[in-house]
């Protein structure tokens, strides 16, 4: 059997990962500062979370929700911790579109409505009403086209008061920084807008953070930035480090049933034990605070280059946006430099590196982009 062909791939072959680095099969080190799409949070195979997880592995791998799991309430109250968010109510999943797709049915079940507001560019996932709330036609089936989802501006104040008088809203979904869609930033007042709005008309906002979360931005939701709370958050990549798992937290006014959601794999042992590891680190050092630091450094100079056409981002997740002509600075870096970054649009590169990411690293970085951008 062959593989189903959908992924244009990098030539490299990665066998060894530690910190912000990885080994290709013929011992070349790479510097990674894409963290296989923001996912490394904490670093690769971090000795804490290698430990936690063998631990784990030699006790129990995996059950199901079937039973009691003093893990997941473990994770809860870390995770209510770390971000602030205590009185949230905490639902593990596998993915981030999963976790949307939960969202966007929670909301739903809430307040028996049925529009969805998401903005342009949005990305939110591959999943049926994740999918249709996504900005993409190339990617949204068929079967996943719904008249439910309303498109809009993004930034658009007057047109997203407007679409709450024309439609009977049931949420609203934004992430705090659009990742794919090429590093734009929610402005504090939009977000502060969307909050109004759903307050006023019993909608329920979500704040997709599963790329701008969890300490990305050197908040722990880049949302937060704005002084105002979500209903519902959603979250993934950088939970786990690269263990699969995902989350939503969702405020007290929105109530649990028994069965109104529910998943095989989520919240199991293993899990948990990667999501306790990540947290634990995160808060051991600091690292919440070194994605500002080395984020905010790593923006300001790059802001010095003439070539460049503009920095955007928080904290340690960064696009720099170059005129098209230079699209080829990617590629570059990888190949020439052994640098792994994103890409948003070819012209646009994305850096979302491991949140432990060190000035030193980011001045290998610079230094590499420099001479590039000279040749
Ligand atoms: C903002 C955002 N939401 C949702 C997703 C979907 O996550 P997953 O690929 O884990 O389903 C992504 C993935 O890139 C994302 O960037």
Redesign the pocket.
Known sequence: MKLFDVYPLNDIIIEKALGSHVWDNHGTQYLDLYGG??VISIGHTHPHYVKRLTDQLHKVGFYSNSVKMPLQEELAGLLGKVSGKEDYQLFLCN??????ENALKLASFYNGKKKVIAFKKA?????SL?VAATDNPKIVAPVNETDNIVFLPWEDEAALEQAFQQYEVSSVII?GI???GGINVASESFLRKIRTLCDTHNAVFIA?S???GYGRSGKFYSHDFAGVNADIY?M??GMGNGFPI?AIIIAPKIQPVYGMLGTTFGGNHLACAAALAVLETIQAENLISNAATVGNYLMEQLRTFDKVKEVRGRGLMIGIELPEELAHVRKELLHTHKIFTGEAKPNVIRLLPSLALTQEHANQFLEAFAKELKK
């Open positions: 799409h923001a993915s981030g579109a999963e976790a949307n990305f939110h996932g591959r999943t994740a992430e659009q990742g794919v997709d599963v790329q701008c959603s993934a990549k995902g």
